[in-house]
């Protein structure tokens, strides 16, 4: 997390020069103001893109990094940047050195935390950001982070330490369900639908929507939303879509009888007569419970119906008894038998059967597969995956359901666990590993049962209740490569522990009242880590991870003027950071909005139009070009739905919208993939994902903790079931790793 450094600042690490001048950094020149003194100095030149800097070579990577550092301990490693940290500001004559033995035993006692400590203590937390920032950028990602800290020390104990008790009333979070008084002065009837996949939850449940006279769904997924507004339109039902980017409207112009939304979308202000909210287990999702919290606490449904997994019942139950309402369980049972087959297709594509699914994590490597299973089945092969065009997607599933033409296998993304309507008869897994922000991760035990589980042609399922057909409808799951194989016949046999708390963010009001207390010009970076600070929780709850939250709010500082509610609004939206281009963009937007300024989308520099122009083309390059650009207007036609007078081209951004996509596609169905490649990859993702569990473990040694940690934060608490199995099964796959071709470990 580089939290105090712009794209072309000065890294601490590599210059031991500060941006601006060698003074004390009060709020007229504190890291976040230096940060947008530097943006600005960049675009002042002659109104051409920034300059892109490039960084030393010794912190340019942090792979490198990484692999440099990974052997040393983490209390050693943050002790080194303290001693150059230190030095710099005697350099200086900074007075915060006045408070440095206090604040360098702070930050030394939280990296001795023991990992497996309970709760989360204030040690803990400045211990979780140090070897975030770390394994994330390396010694940058870490220099920025303990100038936070000290920078977020002097705003403390100037402006939150004098009035701390006031504070924690603020962020008293510990009653989420009276933020809903409307939702609490009606009486509910919840139905919890449970059950595994494939067993007709959703659809009861979707049946008894579509005879209410006005409800709503809500998916985790604009696919899934999308899926159930076609399936209403149908059918001749009144029904509108409004997901976080795009709305669609009966053309009546009457109000519709059914809205199918995203989970995020639902409205709260409107009286239903019947609800659904799909996918109820995601309310202990770490990043998005809080939307499935704020549906099933705040919706004004007199009947609000749940569907989901049965380890989400102990903890519904505790939510209807907190609000008040009437609970009813259905319990279902699988329509047809699931089972994992003996052996994997041992990376031949020819095993394949018609009817298969494939499962792939990646929007480059279901198109791969794609290409290779057409080349060497000679069969055609549709393709599903999340920011895939909704006409494309459908298109695609028709394509595969339906039994009567060529296309006998489909590729597909994670997004397939969601619940879409696709006839899968056997589910291969690509991999069983995934990347994610953080680096690379073994897919949980949920989203294999998940996933595995629609294995299974649902449609024949459903008749077969129907008509009693006593034919055999078997779901079979397994894996491209046996290297695979052994963790998910452990997953689908293991049982995930019952849910025991919902996720909570605090509501826009929390972060107003406490920015009362601080000056105007107080970053919303320290807001939020603030609030994660003192915030109280009730023990059935618990407080989201805010890293989406905070990297917007790191490109929301970089811009002077912003309302504090204009903050909020861009705090929630779908920045995509990670690439300057997006960054860009995203700063791009903001500063439209804090100069009340036209926010033409023609007009907006940042916006790589051009590349439209271009041939289509499958290099890595122009893909890059291509996603940067779709995400950064899906943002611009979610700011026009929320800021509609300034963001007033949304006819024109759909329209480029639909040209992106189009050239995506195209671009895609371009790339080729070296076989040998993809055969070797699923071994190549275990050797690396082992080598980033030791590096991380070498990270994490324990060590003994002083008088500062508190009784909590020393508590060692027992492995989880998904914990056990990851051991048990990552000695399996060491066991394997051991075996394998020398060649393969050197890939």
Known sequence: ????????????????????????????????????????????????????????????????????????????????????????????????????????????????????????????????????????????????????????EDITTKYAAPNLEQQKKVADLRRPAEWYPQARAVQRTIHLHVGPTNSGKTYHALKRLEKSNRGFYAGPLRLLAQEVFHRFQANGTSCSLITGDDVKLPEDGKPSKIVSNTVEMVSLGDQYEVGVIDEIQMI??????????????????????????????PLIKELAALTGDKLEIHRYERLNPLKVQNQSLKGDLRNLQKGDCLVAFSRVGIHALKADIEKTTGKRAAIVYGSLPAEIRTQQARLFNDPDNDYDFLVASDAIGMGLNLSCKRVIFETVIKRVPGGLQRLSVPEVKQIGGRAGRYRSAMQQEADGSGDENIGWVTSLEDIDLPYIREAMESE??????????PPDSVYQKIAAYFPDNIPLEYLIKRLMVVSQVHPLFFLCDPRNQLENAEVIDSVDGLRMADQLTFMASPMHTRLIAGRDAAVAFIQCVADHSDGRLLDIDALNLEILEEPVSGNKEYLNELETLHKSVILYLWLSYRCGGIFTDRTLASHVKQLVEERMVRALTEFSANKKLRKDASLRRQIALQKQLQEEKQLLADADVDSYGTEDENAAVDLSAEEELEEQVGEQVEEQVEKAAPEARAA
């Not at 990043?287 to 569907?307: D, F, K, N, P, S």
């Open 1 to 152: 997390m580089q939290s105090w450094r712009s794209r072309g600042g000065h890294c601490l690490f590599c210059t031991f020069q500060w941006v601006s001048p060698p003074v004390r950094r009060t709020f007229a020149t504190s890291p976040v103001l230096q940060r947008k003194s530097t943006r600005k100095a960049e675009n002042k030149s002659d109104g051409s893109a920034p300059v892109k800097r490039s960084s030393p070579a010794p912190y340019s990577s942090k792979r490198n990094t990484r692999q440099t550092l990974a052997a040393k301990d983490f209390t050693a490693v943050v002790s080194h940047a303290l001693d150059i940290y230190k030095q710099t500001l005697s350099d200086q004559h900074d007075p915060a050195l006045a408070s440095w033995p206090r604040f360098e035993r702070t930050m030394l006692n939280a990296c001795k935390m023991d990992e497996r400590a309970k709760g989360v203590g204030p040690l803990r937390h400045v211990k979780d950001t140090l070897l975030k920032a770390y394994l994330r950028n390396g010694l940058r990602g870490l220099a920025n982070e303990l100038e936070y800290h000290m920078y977020a």
């Open 496 to 505: 995930p522990p019952p849910l025991v708390s919902a996720g909570i963010i």
């Open 284 to 313: 202990a999702d770490p990043h998005r419970g809080w939307a499935w919290t704020r549906a099933v606490l705040g919706a004004r449904a007199t009947e609000l119906h749940l569907c989901g997994e049965a380890r989400a019942v």
